[in-house]
């Protein structure tokens, strides 16, 4: 007998939008502000994924700066983003058709993310596509961030789908560890900030596009 999904969760930087060069120039900006040298846009994008305190310890260890001035930078570049969340940032490829094709299917959906909750929200309503998520779980205080299960699983939770049949769809390897560390059916989408080779990522469905989604759903799960 084919499982049913109950319902799907997605990453959102990389996953759902291509959010790296507005999360670049916040930070550029906030490392200018303190008198460091700016990063290029590629070196960036292998240092996302944790959220902004995580990528400021990880730009200091690439600039070679001790971490004294991470709480400064973390707060600037808050600033910065706050203010400038989606000037560049794009829905990925098929992202639109994909999320329609789910809500014609009546599956639920959500999103975790590790970005704070309500910038989480602006940027998704910027890039339009709010109106197909019943929630959007972000980083708040006192929820730990992934791949810690515990985003999943609330996200899960507030869409009413266990976590067995919810599918968590992101791209990198924080989500596929988050995904597993839940047991929930684990997609990986191609092309997004993975930062580890797809074949070690041990998930239940690496897709080279967000098209593939709603095939291996009508050909693989019950409906």
Known sequence: MKQKIT???????GTLADTAPDIAQALNLAL???????????????????GIPTLVRRALLYLDTGED???????????????????KSLLMDGVEDCLKGLRDREIPLAICTNKEEGIAKMVV???GIDKYFDIVVGSRLGLNKKPDPSMLILAADEINSPVKT?????????????????????????????????????????????????DILDKQYAR
């Open 7 to 13: 319902g799907c969760v997605f990453d959102l930087d």
């Open 32 to 50: 200018t502000d303190a008198g460091l040298v700016q990063i290029q846009l590629k070196s960036v994008i292998g240092m996302i994924g944790g």
């Open 69 to 87: 001035l991470v709480e400064e930078l973390v707060g600037s570049m808050q600033a910065h983003y706050s203010k400038n969340y989606c000037d």
């Open 125 to 127: 309503s910027a890039l």
């Open 166 to 214: 919810t599918m968590m769809i992101g791209d990198s390897e924080v989500d596929a560890a988050t995904g597993i560390a839940a047991n929930s059916v684990s997609v990986i989408i191609r092309g997004g900030y993975c930062h580890k080779p797809y074949d070690k990522l041990n998930v239940s469905h690496v897709l080279d596009n967000m098209e593939g989604l709603l």
